[in-house]
């Protein structure tokens, strides 16, 4: 259905278009200038940011003209310094920070605090040619709704648009928008071929043919292949012996017609598929005598045979066939027709496919049962929980259909400038999706997993030597299980906005914009648990093999929504959610290089399903900020030129979405004995409506080119956060989980650090041309403390009063306050400072040849780039790893005009 709906549209878009507003890029902002040819020839690094051209709101302006706080990277920027993956743009911007939790093919973007957690709307929408990123529903694990592999190469530039945009793009967001712009197609026959080497095996290779098949009829084709060894190493023997590591190809067909002087088709297809082993979290805390930490214990221990190693890249898992697969292909059609000088139509239609297979160890954990000689019992291998496909299904297979119709004008006068329009994205499951979670089992490969045919070895243990666990399970419980999880989901989202401004004066401008916005998604799945057998038969109970042993509801309220239901445990969620959007904006020109800007915008992100928690928290309600601010913006010239850019802002949230953890409930029944019963599931996270908070905060931009040749740049941003209303939570007795990370009055936000500060400089030698262009660059980023999670700073392990019901503790067990402080401490990452070089000669010896050296984390700063929070209730720690230093060479080839 939505083929035809997409072929319907594109030969449509062809009658009913306007006039193409050409993305941003760094050039010349006089209409009369000659447009440079795209040969991928490295401009000059002193480039006047008032000669910018972006389109922050859906036409050309210039940078200095636009009242929005935008960063700008052109594509020597972004290659100097390698900019690859979404981290890679969050560590030279300041404002924007990238949540890597599940690798760098999940990353999402926050900026100035906005946060997208696990399972909620992008708080930062991420667009391509003008359309948002294809998403993908996965039940529980994130993926799409961002820039993946692939993105960042033959782009003329990026934006970085920071505070809500919800009037004019097409999905609503909180915190901003990230705006990639492809190089389009010109009216010269050139291109290039680059490749690229460096440390960790790193082999690049980039190709880019740019053909004008007729003086009305232009096409540009790009490839960009990668592949780069992982930094995690892996040391347990089992699966990839590495992780973290890079490999996809990227392939981009563009074609511009001008069908007549008046009307334009622009038609780009877009092709990438990752397959990599995958981004891993290592183990980095345990304590030895809680709940699971006395088997993480020995990852840490130099003297156990389970040692995960000493080097800070070193970890283990015991995932036999970890993979991380991610295929997305996506067609957009931008028609236009300038039906006068004053009225221009557009029409924006896409198509896209996202496919995900995540089967990840997730949390880096490798432990070992003890052997007991007594009983023949030999050590068996087990992890905590990893997220595997559901056999035979992806976990994510989504369609995305966007249709997006403009109308901009003018008066003749150009005092009223106007735009007016209708979104439409609807997206829909291609397949059931979903997974299936071991969780505390010893499997022997993933045909095991497959068929449940798994092992509950510690259930076991508790029964044979029930002193290992403090004498609290009892000889006929499990302590894990699998849980499988299948289902659907959908999203469909309208919009209709309107914005125009008008000149008052020459000098002072009136903005307003208004948007209505409906959002629907819904959610069908069936969620289980299976137990399975323990490995060996004991005189005091029955032998029972490896296997399941019987199957129920996850989620035991899902029978009672749904008694008729295939197995008693779907469930079938709807959220529903529209509101209004606007913006206000004034802004003031006393000299073309001076804008004085005041706004004020509502922005809105929807309501959604968190299917992988009970019912009381899965469904959760739309947010809404209201953003306030103060900007200037100035440049001048001379033999000194540069700018100064600053913002003020103030955002006012309520009904604020944040990010829970739910682990498994260690009491959630008692046996006969009044021993505690813990619950089988798997440790997950859903979003809620905590509340209120604010943000205050300045971002200043700056540069300077203080002789020629050289330019200094720096960015800095200061972010103040607080909740300042709090809802207390509360779980139904009996539920299978306990809540992690307790939000309180006061608290930042996560992943926003106070201060952020950005320096760069770029020096050229003078040298005549005959020799060429030589540029040594350098940028350094420095990133204060921040919050990473909420759970860890109230752990106390055992502290003596736990009691002997507890399984984590035996009675009287007491945990080391010190393990206990260091624990507590990683609710934090801390600062980091990173240095970037890159050295680059072009037009070697007068020859239409590049070459260029770089250098990322040249001090090789050892640090984490996430810490997830599980310590509350498994009694360890894991962490992501940030990039190790990493170095390169390329050489390029350009042909052509």
């Given at each position: ?488 989901t959908s999203f469909h989202d309208v919009g209709l906005y309107a914005q125009a401004t008008y000149k008052i004066s020459d000098q002072f401008k009136v903005t307003g914009g208004f948007r209505y916005t409906w959002d629907r998604e819904r959610n069908t799945s069936v969620q289980t648990t299976t137990i399975t057998g323990y490995p060996l038969s004991y005189p005091t109970f029955q032998p029972i093999p490896a296997g399941p042993l019987f199957t129920f509801c ?208 770029n020096y050229t030698l003078p040298l005549s041309d005959s020799i060429g262009k030589i540029t040594f660059g350098a940028t350094f980023t420095h990133t204060d403390r921040m919050l990473a999670n909420t759970g860890n700073r109230f752990y106390y392990g055992c502290n003596g009063t736990a009691g002997a019901n507890l399984p984590s503790c035996q009675a009287g067990a007491i945990t080391d306050p010190d393990t206990a402080a260091y624990i507590q401490s990683l ?71």
């Open positions: 259905m939505f083929a035809r709906i997409f072929k319907t549209s594109l030969m449509l878009g062809v009658g009913c278009a306007a006039v193409y507003a050409a993305p941003a890029m760094a050039q010349d902002a006089t209409p009369s200038a000659p447009e440079k040819p795209q040969t991928g020839r490295r401009e000059s690094p002193v480039v006047n940011p008032g000669d910018i051209i972006v389109t922050a709101r859906r036409t050309e302006e210039r940078l200095q003209d636009v009242p929005i706080s935008i960063t700008v990277f052109n594509q020597e920027q972004l290659t100097n310094r390698n900019v690859v993956s979404a981290a890679d743009l969050a560590t030279s911007t300041p404002s924007l920070s990238a949540n890597t939790n599940f690798g760098s093919q999940n990353s999402s973007f926050a900026i100035r605090g906005f946060v997208q957690d696990l399972g909620t709307a992008p708080s930062v929408g991420v667009y391509f040619a003008d359309v948002v990123a294809p998403r993908g529903a996965s039940n529980g694990l994130p993926s799409g709704d961002g820039a993946g592999p692939g993105a960042y190469f033959d782009l003329q530039n990026v934006q970085v648009l920071k505070g809500p945009q919800g009037t004019l793009f097409g999905r609503n967001t909180t915190g901003g928008a990230v705006l990639l712009v492809p190089q389009r197609p010109t009216d010269l026959f050139e291109g290039y071929v680059q490749g690229s080497i460096g440390n960790y095996d790193m082999r690049r290779v980039q190709a880019v043919l740019n053909v004008p098949l007729a003086d009305t009829f232009k096409v540009r084709l790009g490839v960009d292949r990668m592949k780069r060894d992982g930094y995690l190493h892996n040391t347990s023997g089992v699966g990839p012996k590495d992780f973290n590591d890079v490999d996809y190809l990227s392939a981009r067909l563009s074609v511009v017609a001008e069908l007549t002087p008046d009307l334009e088709n622009y038609t780009i297809a877009t092709y990438s598929r990752s397959d990599t082993h995958g981004d891993a979290q290592k183990m980095i805390a345990a304590d030895p005598i809680y709940n699971l930490g006395r088997f993480a214990a020995e990852q840490l221990d130099p003297d156990s045979a389970n040692y995960q190693g000493s080097g800070f890249y070193d970890f283990a898992q015991d995932l036999p066939n970890a993979r991380s697969l991610l295929n997305v292909w996506q067609i957009i059609n931008t028609t236009t027709w300038r039906a006068s000088d004053t009225l221009t139509f557009k029409n924006i239609v896409s198509y896209g496919e996202l496919k995900n297979t995540f089967n990840n160890p997730i949390f880096g954990t490798a432990f070992m049962s003890p052997a007991i000689a007594a009983i023949g019992l030999p050590s068996y291998r087990f992890g905590f929980a990893s997220s595997q496909p559901l056999p035979g299904h992806r976990t994510a297979d989504e369609s995305t259909f966007t249709e997006e119709f403009q109308v901009q004008g003018r008066t003749s006068d150009d005092r009223l400038n106007w735009q007016i329009g209708g979104y439409l994205e609807s997206v829909r499951p291609l397949d059931v999706v979903g997974s299936k979670s071991p969780v505390i089992q010893s499997c022997a490969g993933p045909e095991a997993v497959a068929a449940s045919q798994c092992y509950d070895i510690l259930g076991y243990l508790a029964a044979v030597t029930p002193v290992f666990f403090g004498g609290a399970f009892d000889p006929t419980e499990h302590a894990g299980a699998i849980n499988t999880t299948a289902g659907r996850t989620y035991p309220d899902a029978a009672v929504q749904n008694p008729n239901a295939v197995n008693g445990c779907r469930r079938d969620l709807k959220q529903k959610s529209s509101a209004p959007t606007w913006l206000i904006d004034f802004d003031y020109t006393p000299t073309d290089d001076i804008l004085v800007y005041a706004k004020y915008a509502r922005g809105y992100r929807a309501g959604g399903i968190a299917p992988n928690v009970t019912s009381a928290f899965a469904i959760f309600d739309p947010e809404k900020v209201d953003a306030f601010e103060l900007g200037a913006k100035t440049s001048w010239h001379g033999s000194m030129p540069g700018n100064f850019n600053i913002a003020s802002f103030y955002n006012k949230f309520s009904n604020q979405q944040l990010q829970l953890g739910f682990n498994a409930n260690p009491c959630q029944s008692t046996d006969q004995d009044g021993n505690c019963v813990a619950a089988t599931v798997s440790p997950t996270a859903a979003p809620v409506n905590a509340g209120k908070s604010r943000i205050w905060g300045i971002e200043v931009e700056g540069s300077i080119s203080p002789f020629e040749g050289l330019m200094l740049q720096v960015g800095y941003t200061y972010l103040n956060t607080r909740l300042t209303s709090v809802k207390t939570f509360a779980l139904e007795p009996g539920s299978p989980y306990v809540l992690s990370g307790t939000y309180l009055v006061g608290d930042p936000l996560a992943l926003t650090p106070k201060n952020k500060v950005t320096v760069s400089g609710s934090y990452l801390q600062p980091t400072d990173l240095l970037n070089l890159n050295v680059s000669w072009e037009n070697i010896a007068g020859l239409p040849i590049d070459a260029a050296f770089f250098a990322t984390n040249v001090t090789k700063e050892k640090y984490y780039s996430y810490i997830s929070g599980l310590a509350t209730g498994t009694g360890f720690q894991t962490a992501a790893v940030g990039a190790p230093r990493m170095y390169g060479l390329s050489l390029k080839y350009r042909f052509g005009s």
